[in-house]
């Protein structure tokens, strides 16, 4: 359970949102202060758990640590709609590659020896969504705010960059990207592995409108 205690999902997807160029400094320092502030004990525990009890789960964390997710995440990186996403973030994030995020996923999760054995009469019927709102739920959700606040006024590549998270056209290449008809399989194919794109964009929009309406 290594893996839980040290670097959750939840954890993960803030990076993903406050932390995606980390080639400068300062970067660097602005996503070390948002992981700062969030409960990793508590959300390591809460992973743990979901990972003990909730089959879906266990699956969804499987599915990523096997080479079929690297196949299926080659298949929507290469899709153009998708590439136009990327193109965008990396513009707006000191130029990193924000694919690599994803592409060192698999690895990371590999290196650690999960358990697979449950009592089956205490399965769950809990998934990666669930375990996601669960553990945003724990986060210092007015601190997240005033950090934001701060580094939105202090301005530097992290206001830049969350304000083009927070502009329409950001939210138009995400749904481009989301209906584009070179996805529809391997989103299918997420599905059945309990990963459910559309809950967690939900979730990333929600988190970015934690911050201030007009950086």
């Known amino acids: 359970m290594a893996f839980f205690g040290h670097v959750p999902i939840a954890i993960f997807l803030l990076g993903v ?101 449950v009592p089956v009469e205490m399965m769950l019927h809990r998934d990666l969504t669930t375990f996601l709102r669960e553990a945003v739920q724990t986060l210092p959700r007015a601190k997240v705010y005033a950090l934001m606040s701060q580094k939105v006024r202090q301005g530097g590549d992290f206001a830049k960059f969350y304000k083009a998270l927070r502009d329409k056209q950001f939210k138009i290449l995400v749904d481009r990207a989301r209906n584009s008809s070179d996805l529809k399989a391997p989103l299918k194919r997420l599905n059945e592995k309990n990963i459910n794109i559309d809950e967690i964009l939900q979730i990333l929009f929600e988190i970015i409108n934690w911050g201030p309406q007009n950086p």
Do not use: H, M
């Not at 508590?42 to 879906?56: H, K, L, M, V």
């Not at 990523?64 to 513009?91: C, G, M």
């Not at 000191?94 to 995020?101: A, E, H, N, Q």
């Open 17 to 117: 949102i406050f932390g995606c160029a980390p080639t400068f400094a300062d970067l660097r320092e602005d996503l070390r202060d948002f992981v700062a502030i969030a409960p990793r004990r508590r959300i390591g525990y809460i992973a743990a758990r979901y990972y003990i009890f909730d089959p879906r789960f266990r699956q969804a964390v499987g599915f990523v640590r096997s080479d079929e997710f690297l196949k299926t995440w080659r298949q929507v990186r290469a899709a153009p709609d998708v590439v136009a996403l990327i193109d965008y973030l990396n513009e707006y994030g000191s130029g990193y590659d924000v694919t690599s995020l994803v592409d060192n996923l698999p690895q990371r999760l590999r290196a650690f020896q999960l358990s697979r054995t």
